[in-house]
């Protein structure tokens, strides 16, 4: 079975600091992976995905992830952390020909200092 | 707005009751997925269901069941509740098997 590891439980950045939360999978081939944000009171919203082709992925709001087969890893990315960014992420995993259920990670809550 | 409507948004009952919990689905989208989210346990996957058809099963317990209507809504029922239940219920749909998920606000459920 597929499974979704995000090491950091917080991370605290700056506003106007690069940003990079990890996301390592554990899965025998390619899967699809996602990542998704959820703000405080709200349900989660897609920021990005990645199925195939070209590893390095753009999302929404200037967040960016790459896929390394490698090191089994999909880590997100923005160059410059505004106060609005800060919210729980979570990375995904799905098995491409399975069940296509998304397994999520436990999150990462990103806290972003003035 | 994701387009996927849940309600209540939140729940408070005793232990031993039983609540429904409702979700109407993007338009168009004939997947529903329930999921729980608590502090301990993440967010666990508990049921799809695929145009009134039930798809696939996560970690749901017996206690709890769910339902997609003709007109694509579902329902969650939570029953013999105990204290552990307490979390928030998401309801996500999606279009086909592997586009994103679309996600409700969700209910919080809170056992007394």
């Known amino acids: 079975a597929q499974s979704v590891t995000q090491p950091d439980i917080h991370i605290t950045v700056s506003e106007g600091a690069s940003l990079e939360l990890r996301c390592n999978y554990s899965?025998?081939?390619?899967?699809?992976l996602f990542w998704y944000v959820q703000s405080p009171g709200q349900g989660l919203q897609l920021l990005l995905k990645y199925f195939s082709g070209d590893t390095l992925v753009q999302g929404i709001k200037g967040f960016e992830a790459e896929f390394k087969r490698s090191q089994s890893s999909f880590n997100l990315r923005k160059p410059s952390v505004h106060w609005s960014d800060a919210a729980e992420y979570f990375c995904?995993?799905?098995?491409?020909?399975?069940?296509?259920?998304?397994?999520f990670g436990r999150g990462t809550s990103l806290i972003v200092h003035p | 707005d994701s387009g996927v409507t849940q309600t209540p948004k939140h729940l408070i009952t005793a232990t031993g009751q039983r609540v429904t919990l409702r979700c109407s689905p993007r338009?168009?989208?004939?997947?529903v997925y329930w999921y729980q989210q608590s502090l301990d346990q993440g967010l666990q996957f508990l049921i799809q269901?695929?145009?009134?058809?039930?798809?696939a099963k996560g970690n749901i317990l017996e206690r709890f069941s769910a339902q997609q209507f003709p007109d694509l809504h579902s329902e969650l029922n939570l029953s013999s509740l105990e204290l552990g239940d307490s979390a928030l219920y998401f309801c996500a749909s999606s279009a086909t098997d592997n586009s994103p998920l679309h996600f409700g606000n969700g209910t919080r459920l809170t056992v007394t």
């Open positions: 899965y025998g081939a390619t899967p699809y």
């Open positions: 269901y695929y145009n009134g058809e039930e798809r």
């Open positions: 338009s168009g989208d004939l997947s």
């Open positions: 995904a995993v799905e098995q491409p020909g399975g069940s296509y259920i998304p397994t």
